[in-house]
């Protein structure tokens, strides 16, 4: 009885501190995580800016709504708050590093980012890339929810297109074959 009573404990203890998982954050499990990649466009008083970002999903339907995430830091961020609206270029796989680094490691701040690039207005009269992308998606910003160093937008669709047939370019591509390994 002493033994049967002892090994259940034992058991017991096991079950519910030895084998459990502690609680640490792998920081590279994020990388398994799925994603497209973007230019998120946005006009501001007559000046045109545009970010790269990994974060754009379609949330809801009825109507579509789109939710981004964007740096606190970033103008494309500012301009995208303060006037309502942003625009989305589905980017392809056969986009170049340099579009990459012009959109997304220099800020608007410094720079005609849209310069050189080929570009058309939607409705709203925000640019849209026509190069190495596939989809376009013009949004009206509807809710904010400020995350720390993010803010994520949530924007009602109010125009899209598909602008070609190659397939998009995930994040992962981005890593395995266009992001140059020093
Ligand atoms: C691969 C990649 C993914 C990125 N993803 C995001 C993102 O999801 N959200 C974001 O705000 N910035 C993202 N960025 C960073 C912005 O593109 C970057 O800060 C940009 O320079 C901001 O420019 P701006 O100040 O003109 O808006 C990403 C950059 C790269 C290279």
Same mark, same amino acid.
């Given at each position: 009885?002493?033994?049967?009573? &002892? =090994? ?15 609680? %640490?954050? /792998? $920081? +590279? ?12 466009? &946005? =006009? ?15 949330? %809801?339907? /009825? $109507? +579509? ?118």
């Amino acid at each position: 009885m002493f033994y049967a009573t &002892a =090994r259940l404990c034992r058991v017991c203890w096991s079950a519910t501190f030895a084998e459990q998982e502690k609680p %640490a954050q /792998d $920081p +590279t499990a994020l990388y398994n995580l799925s994603y497209g990649l973007f230019v998120l466009s &946005a =006009r501001e008083s007559g000046k045109d800016n545009g970010c790269i970002a990994n974060t754009c999903f379609q949330v %809801a339907n /009825d $109507p +579509t709504k789109l939710v981004i995430s964007v740096q606190k830091g970033n103008l494309t961020r500012e301009m995208i708050e303060r006037s309502g609206a942003f625009n989305v270029s589905v980017l392809t796989e056969s986009v170049p590093f340099e579009t990459i680094r012009n959109f997304g490691m220099q800020s608007g701040r410094d720079t005609d980012k849209l310069a050189g690039f080929e570009t058309k207005r939607s409705y709203n009269g925000l640019v849209y890339l026509t190069e190495h992308t596939n989809a376009m998606f013009s949004c009206k910003v509807l809710e904010r929810i400020d995350l720390g160093s993010h803010v994520l937008l949530v924007g009602e669709v109010t125009q899209s297109k598909v602008l070609g047939k190659e397939p998009s370019c995930t994040y992962a591509y981005y890593h395995k074959a266009i992001k140059p390994k020093f």
